[in-house]
């Protein structure tokens, strides 16, 4: 057989989700979305949304929904947050995408019946890590530093037997020569950054390597460090 | 007001107590009126490093305890003027210091002192955090091989964190580093870490380098501190180091390989 040349991946994107807030919202969606386009129309062009039901009860018109986000000039990618089974049907017969938000918790389980085609779901992110916690001066040996929901800046070494933690990035300028874990929620998409390698530990995403597997054309030179496929690579930047 | 001077180091065995009495005699013979307080209750060294051991009548938990008064306690050094020592107890553990009482102590002391040396014990325990914790300045002692920069490492963290300073978010402690026991010849051949490497890890500045030198254990064990031994490598390096505690330049000796003579090859000097 020859080399698979199509192939399927997950993938995160941030999408635009438009929460609809009431039964009674739905009468006038129309005019506020077309309002809501003509303050940016470059903006919402064949911009891709999900929308997010949660707050609606009963009978939804599902079609409705597609046809005035389409009116509108955008693409519908999915509907989030249906309450009840029925719902979850109806929005397929509509044939529209039912989409999880695997951040949360959703009361309904998803079960498997005959008559539903399985279909590929798309993970989509709505939240990404956006701040930045920066520390100055040397992280010293015994000391831990945690960046909770953000990436993490150091302006000084860090040394052995300390310890950087971040839920997204880490940056470090200055020498690395304790742990440095990054994406430590579970994020492949983390990195470390720093101006000296010499680490007792690397890890992002919850895979690791200790010292001994940093290759030594990589020892103190500035690098940075990403996950790809669950395995750290290491590169150097100049 | 006096400033109240830390020598810690985390490690055990670096020269702490060394240190303590050889910068506590060196402020003493710079005209500074110094008192020099051992903190390792109940493994006290320093009476006998200034060789007072037989002078020792209270100590420092008596006063903290009230049951002596400092005057009672505290001993004249004989050979530098305006030098004192207050011993440590022998008897009892480092529980027995209170934030409270060592704070009175150290008031008290600093009406009609100009510098206190608190000669910190090792570890990073209750009695090595009391003696760090009022401290202005700190002289963090270490030895030229990993394990003792580490731990100078973890102290410093200490310092910055855990202080009085670090506490009430005042100015910070400021931090000298001192390396003893340096060879330069083993630095050379590699099996010693390097003054370089050393300031690299540890970033503070560096305030002394005492090489290793037979006038240290000698100077012990007569209860001399080293600094007397005006003629020693080692006495003259802790002259120049208190010299940059009190703020003077002063090139630093003692570091590079000496290169021999052509006299000194024939009669091996």
Redesign the interface.
Known sequence: MAEQSIKFKGTSFTLSVIHIESNAAMANLHTFIADKVAQAPAFFKSAPVVVNVANLKGDIDFKMIQQVITDNGMNLVGIEGCQTAEQKLSVRESGISVISNTAKNTATKLVPSADIKPEIQTVIVEKSITKTIVHK???????QIYAQDASLTVL??I???AEVIADGSIHIYGAL?GRAIAGAKGDESAQIFCNKLDPELLSINGTYILSDAVQSQFINTQAQINCINNKLEITKFD | MAEIIVVTSGKGGVGKTTTSAAIATGLALRGKRTVVIDFDIGLRNLDLIMGCERRVVYDFVNVINGEANLSQALIKDKRVANLYILPASQTRDKDALTKEGVGKVLDQLAENHDYIVCDSPAG?EAGAMMALYFADIAVITTNPEVSSV??S??I??ML??RSRRAELGLEPIKEHLLITRYVPERVERGDMLSVESITE?L?VPLAGVIPESGAVLKASNCGQPVILDTESDAGQAYADTVARILGEEREFRFVNVEKKGFLSRIFGG
Not at chain 1, 137 to 143: A, E, K, L
Request: charged letters at 25%.
């Open positions: 001066g040397q992280i010293r040996s015994g000391q000084g070494n040394s052995a037997g020569r | 990073i580490r731990d490492d973890r410093i963290g910055q964190s890890i970033a």
